[in-house]
């Protein structure tokens, strides 16, 4: 969504989000809530760490605590989750049941789950500068629907890594333009 705001007003235009379906009880009312909520926010205040949302008659609507982000995880030998695959306008979360992971070694290597098969390749870093070498796969077949498609979409994506930029635990490998191609977690 986009915003405008003049003072302590603030308008929030049309809010899009993406289309996954949440299966856990609740999460989808809540986030329906939410979105209702967010868009008929009128104003706002701030106190100490606290946002708070009001309506046009200045009714408390959403409250909002600072998020203190935390320290960066080191890419080198944190196991990081695949959350979100970007391709195009289109970013698609990981098919229900599947891990896709990767672990960037000490000496260049990288290796992981895409899904179905481990696979393994070289890396080379510098700065923020990160290329995957050629990838190599193990070759089970996984008959889940949508696995396989998945493995592919993640491994062409990881051949076409530029850079990487890492906010606390999340880890964002991008492509050659700088645009988000694969977003892991940290693997707690």
């Given amino acids: 969504a986009r915003y405008t705001g003049e003072g302590t007003a603030i308008a929030i235009g049309s809010i899009a989000s993406t289309l996954i379906w949440c299966e856990t009880p609740g999460v989808m009312e809540q986030e329906s809530a939410y979105l ?25 609507l959403l409250v909002f605590e600072k998020a203190v982000p935390p320290e960066p995880a080191p890419l080198i030998g944190t196991t990081w989750t695949l959350e979100s695959l970007h391709s195009g306008d289109t970013v698609s979360s990981v098919v229900a049941g599947s891990e896709i992971t990767a672990v960037f070694g000490e000496g260049g290597d990288l290796a992981g789950s895409a899904g179905c098969n481990r696979y393994f390749a070289s890396s080379t870093l510098s700065g923020a500068s990160l290329s995957i070498g050629q990838i190599g796969s193990t070759k089970m077949h996984c008959t889940a629907e949508g696995i396989m498609e998945q493995e592919t979409t993640y491994l062409n994506l990881l051949g076409d890594v530029k850079s990487y930029a890492i906010e606390g635990d999340r880890l964002d490998l991008l492509d050659e333009s700088g645009v988000r191609a694969l977003t892991f977690r940290a693997k707690t």
């Fill in 36 to 60: 209702g909520l967010l868009g008929i926010s009128a104003s706002f205040t701030i106190e100490g760490d606290t946002l708070t949302l009001l309506d046009v008659n200045r009714t408390a």
